[in-house]
T-cell receptor, first 115, second 113 residues
Framework: EPEVTQTPSHQVTQMGQEVILRCVPISNHLYFYWYRQILGQKVEFLVSFYNNEISEKSEIFDDQFSVERPDGSNFTLKIRSTKLEDSAMYFC?????????????FGPGTRLTVL | GDSVTQMEGPVTLSEEAFLTINCTYTATGYPSLFWYVQYPGEGLQLLLKATKADDKGSNKGFEATYRKETTSFHLEKGSVQVSDSAVYFCALSADTGGFKTIFGAGTRLFVKA
C-alpha cells in the first residue's frame, strides 16, 4: 500500500540553525501539507501546497518557514533560523482530490529538537 | 472558521468497559469527519471516517456516526482493551478550508487491566 514517508525521523539542531525536513508524498497525489504537533498538544495546520505554490498557510507559518517541491517526488519544509519553540513533531500529508472523503494520508513524522 | 471540540481527558477505564469520546464540530461547508489515533511515540493513524450525514465509520470495534443535526461525531467502543490506550483525535476536512485537516485537542485514553 502506498504511504507517505518522511526523513529524518529525528533531527536535533542548535538554535539559529537552518533545518530542512523532507517528505515523499504518495505519487499520484496533488495536494501536500505540513502540520506541527508540539509535545502533548494538538496537531496544527501549517501550510498547504498545490500546483507548485502555497494555497493556504496559517499564522504559525511566518517568514522563517518555506516549502518547496524541488523535484517530482520530494516536498520539503525549511525553517531558516530555528527557535526553541520550533521543537515539535512535524507531519507531512498528501491527498488526491479524487478521494470522496478528502482523506489525507499522514507520514510518520519528524521529531525536531532545538537546543 | 471551522473547528473541532472534543472532550478533555484523560479518560481512564478498566478493560472491557464501554468507551465514549464526545466530538462536536463547526463547519461552513460539508466536511468529512475522521478519528485518528496516536499511540505513544508514534504518528497519526486513521481510525475511521465518514463523508456525509448519517454515515457510520467503523474499524477495530470502534464506531462513530456523522450526525449533522447535532454536528457531532462521537467515538464509541463496546469493550476496550489495554492496547487501546492512546490519544484519540477527532478531525474534519472541508472544501471551504482548502481541504486541510482541522484537529480537535485530542483525548488521552488509559485502559487498566
Amino acid at each position: 500500500e502506498p504511504e507517505v514517508t518522511q526523513t529524518p525521523s529525528h533531527q536535533v539542531t542548535q538554535m539559529g540553525q537552518e533545518v530542512i525536513l523532507r517528505c515523499v508524498p504518495i505519487s499520484n497525489h496533488l495536494y501536500f501539507y505540513w502540520y506541527r504537533q508540539i509535545l502533548g498538544q494538538k496537531v496544527e495546520f501549517l501550510v498547504s501546497f498545490y500546483n507548485n505554490e502555497i494555497s493556504e498557510k496559517s499564522e504559525i507559518f511566518d517568514d522563517q518557514f518555506s516549502v518547496e517541491r524541488p523535484d517530482g517526488s520530494n516536498f520539503t519544509l525549511k525553517i531558516r533560523s530555528t527557535k526553541l519553540e520550533d521543537s515539535a513533531m512535524y507531519f507531512c500529508a498528501s491527498t488526491s482530490l479524487n478521494l470522496l472523503a478528502n482523506e489525507q494520508f499522514f507520514g510518520p513524522g519528524t521529531r525536531l529538537t532545538v537546543l | 472558521g471551522d473547528s473541532v471540540t472534543q472532550m478533555e481527558g484523560p479518560v481512564t477505564l478498566s478493560e472491557e468497559a464501554f468507551l465514549t469520546i464526545n466530538c462536536t464540530y463547526t463547519a461552513t461547508g460539508y466536511p468529512s469527519l475522521f478519528w485518528y489515533v496516536q499511540y505513544p511515540g508514534e504518528g497519526l493513524q486513521l481510525l475511521l471516517k465518514a463523508t456525509k450525514a448519517d454515515d457510520k465509520g467503523s474499524n477495530k470495534g470502534f464506531e462513530a456516526t456523522y450526525r449533522k443535526e447535532t454536528t457531532s461525531f462521537h467515538l464509541e467502543k463496546g469493550s476496550v482493551q489495554v492496547s487501546d490506550s492512546a490519544v484519540y483525535f477527532c478531525a474534519l476536512s472541508a472544501d471551504t478550508g482548502g481541504f486541510k485537516t482541522i484537529f480537535g485537542a485530542g483525548t488521552r485514553l488509559f485502559v487498566k487491566a
